[in-house]
């Protein structure tokens, strides 16, 4: 029964192409939340969602267009990926904000 | 910024041996959070402490806080290969609407 889940697990594609990353969580959560962790670790947010709500866009290229189709759900789609976009990207989820986290186990995206 | 910062950055012990990591915030904060990360795997939450605790335990874990000096501390003690990892401290943001997390420690247990 996982919590939060993400998938793919792992993403491959060239640059200028569009994907997607789907994230779930079956926690009965109000937030969710995207993450960017680079290649030295560093966790950053991105956005987050409130009941289906943009709470935080965190000066996100616009390329990246976070969905919340109802409150388990919380998609990120992402246009004319660029070598810089290469990362983990994690989602997790919360009862409120900053309460604890519930994390996923990360999308590795490579653009190559 | 908000962000919590850690020290040491990477710290090496012997299985077996206590290790204590730290991190220093800048403004007051209503509480506190260390996660740890395994290899290639998601931030697993391990102990939120609160402005008004000073010190809390979850089974080899102990955290302190000290918001006079703006610092908490995380102790594993008797640790053991398991417990390699990197170690993150996280606060709340300005408003509370987010979580920001420091750098983080990378704890090697050596066999």
């Known amino acids: 029964d996982t919590a939060v889940s993400q998938t793919p697990k792992y993403l491959v594609t060239q640059m200028g192409n569009d994907k997607s990353i789907k994230c779930e969580q079956n926690l009965g959560h109000d937030t969710m939340y995207w993450y960017k962790q680079d290649s030295k670790k560093f966790l950053k947010i991105m956005f987050s969602y409130n009941n289906k709500e943009l709470i935080i866009n965190e000066t996100v290229p616009n390329r990246f267009s976070p969905k919340s189709p109802d409150k388990a759900h919380l998609n990120l789609h992402i246009n004319s990926l660029e070598l810089g976009d290469s990362a983990v990207y994690f989602c997790?989820?919360?009862?409120?904000?900053?309460?604890?986290?519930?994390f996923g186990p990360g999308t590795r995206l490579t653009v190559l | 910024s908000q962000q919590g910062e850690e020290d040491p950055q990477a710290l090496s012990i012997q299985e077996g041996e206590n290790a204590t990591m730290n991190c220093s915030y800048k403004t007051s904060i209503n509480n506190l959070q260390w996660y740890r990360q395994n290899s290639g795997r998601g931030l697993v939450h391990l102990i939120l402490i609160r402005s008004n605790e000073r010190e809390k335990h979850s089974g080899r874990l102990r955290v302190t806080l000290d918001t006079s000096k703006k610092s908490s501390s995380l102790l594993i003690t008797a640790s053991r290969a398991a417990d390699t990892a990197s170690y993150f401290c996280?606060?709340?943001?300005?408003?509370?609407?987010?979580?920001?997390f420091g750098k983080g420690t990378r704890l090697h247990i050596l066999p």
């Open positions: 997790a989820s919360s009862y409120s904000a900053a309460d604890t986290q519930y």
């Open positions: 996280a606060t709340p943001g300005d408003g509370d609407d987010k979580i920001i």
